[in-house]
């Protein structure tokens, strides 16, 4: 071989070794510009492992609006939604007068939304706590309650659509009932008439009536309804009267905490039984994936997420110009149990749970909204740029993720997704790079 062809082998070996010695921070977005148009390079397509594991417990202190029902999901089995509320006076230091007696209570209570079949029976019960509900603690969806006896017990048709006109609000759907007066007599009339101090204000009046449990005990139903305590609608009529001369028909109105100021405390719980569903988490394969995966609001089910052969990009400085995760919904599978307007991926290390860096940005949007992409076909896609350049040029380690509905702690929407596994709809996982220079 010519010592000029030897010399010039070697010198290019020898640039060779010193370039893929060189360790790269990496970057994200930056690729390679092409006629002044951004060029996203190399692609590389991903497995996605994708299965269900069930969620234990989320906070659901103040959520957008309470939930009541114990529905049967033909797909997800059953669930109970329950709420507690505090309960605020209309008026400070009421004076009823002596000899003055509750003789009716009337709940009203104003409807958001529901979910399910519409018209179907539950069976209401409402319990008055016993002890003091604090404003600086956190309050989880399978929290034990501590009340005594019902005071309220009726079989109800949960009917959005059933409106009154209440003088105020036109044409306003509420779940009206009654409940027992010998309560809000003792704690409300009898307390106030003997001069208890807590009625000089709310913020100590919830200190000594700490507020109500609503719970579904019926035999189980096709509907849970979603509830607005802050709508001017919503609250509790005292219907009363002083004295056995007194033939005039008083009202004294609380209420869920309509003004700004009140100290109102909310939260929704949850519970899950999935006997009945289409999926057995006993059996799950975390290591190869399922065919089907599945999301639920509340405290409900999680797709988890792994990404095998991602780790092959770390140590490479590799430039993350784009990278993103799509998922398809079963066909068939919403109906009257719509699925979540959008969809979030939250990252899971150990016991710290929190959103991907790609919430961060104030550039590109991460996505996670459902879209149409056929009359009947819908899907959720994420931009996850920072969170693969995170994990391959940052942490250097692939860490996993779990998907789940974007307001779990007011809401119990639900979807069925296409696994990795897939053979029709598989879970997409694209990443876009280049190579350092």
């Not at 009726?154 to 609000?169: C, E, K, Q």
């Not at 507020?211 to 609250?235: M, P, Q, R």
């Not at 949007?365 to 391959?392: K, P, Q």
């Not at 639900?414 to 220079?437: C, D, E, K, M, W």
Request: proline fraction near 4%; glycine fraction near 8%; aromatic fraction near 14%.
């Amino acid at each position: 071989m010519p010592n000029k062809f030897c010399l010039a082998l070697s010198l290019i070996i020898a640039v060779a070794l010193i370039t893929s010695c060189e360790k790269s921070n990496g970057s994200i977005g930056s690729g390679k510009f092409i006629d002044d148009r951004p060029e996203l390079g190399e692609k590389l397509s991903f497995p996605v492992v994708s299965y269900t594991q069930s969620w234990d417990s989320i906070s659901t202190k103040n959520p957008a609006q309470v939930i009541l029902g114990n529905y049967e999901d033909p797909i997800f089995g059953r669930t109970n939604a329950s709420f507690f509320t505090r309960i605020l006076l209309s008026k400070s230091s009421p004076d009823f007068g002596e000899g003055t007696i509750c003789d009716s209570v009337k709940f009203r209570v104003a409807y958001s939304s529901y979910y399910g079949v519409e018209g179907d029976e539950i069976g209401l019960k409402v319990y008055p706590m016993l002890v003091e509900q604090y404003d600086s603690i956190s309050y989880f969806s399978n929290r034990v309650m501590n009340y005594g006896p019902a005071i309220a017990d009726s079989n109800l048709v949960l009917g959005p659509r059933d409106t009154i006109d209440n003088g105020v609000d036109t044409l306003v759907g509420y779940l009206s009932f009654d409940a027992d007066p010998s309560y809000f007599q003792a704690n409300i009339f009898d307390a106030a008439i003997n001069g208890a101090s807590h009625f000089a204000d709310n913020a100590d009046f919830v200190k000594q009536v700490p507020g109500l449990y609503f719970t579904d005990e019926g035999a189980g139903s096709t509907i849970a309804g979603y509830f607005n305590l802050e709508a001017s609608g919503s609250l509790i009529q005292l219907y009363y009267h002083t004295g056995i001369d007194d033939t005039i028909a008083k009202v004294f109105n609380l209420t869920f905490g309509q003004n700004f100021g009140d100290p109102t405390l909310s939260y929704n719980l949850f519970s899950n039984d999935y006997a009945n569903a289409q999926f057995d988490l006993d059996i799950i394969d975390t290591l190869n994936g399922e065919v089907l995966t599945y999301i639920q609001g509340g405290s409900g089910v999680r797709t988890f997420l792994k990404f095998p052969y991602l780790d092959t990009l770390i140590g490479k400085g590799y430039s993350i110009n784009k990278a993103e995760l799509s998922f398809d919904v079963l066909q068939g599978t919403a109906g009257q149990y719509r699925f979540p307007g959008s969809l979030i991926i939250i990252q899971d290390q150990d016991t710290v749970q929190r959103l991907i860096k790609d919430y961060l940005s104030d550039i590109t949007s991460t996505g996670g909204t459902v879209a149409r992409t056929d009359i009947r076909e819908f899907n959720y896609t994420f931009n996850v740029t920072r969170m693969v350049h995170d994990f391959v040029n940052d942490r250097e380690d692939i860490l996993p993720v779990f998907l789940a509905p974007s307001s779990s702690s007011s809401n119990i929407y639900r979807v069925v997704l296409g696994g990795g596994i897939h053979p029709v709809i598989p879970a997409q996982f694209n990443v876009f790079y280049t190579r350092s220079n």
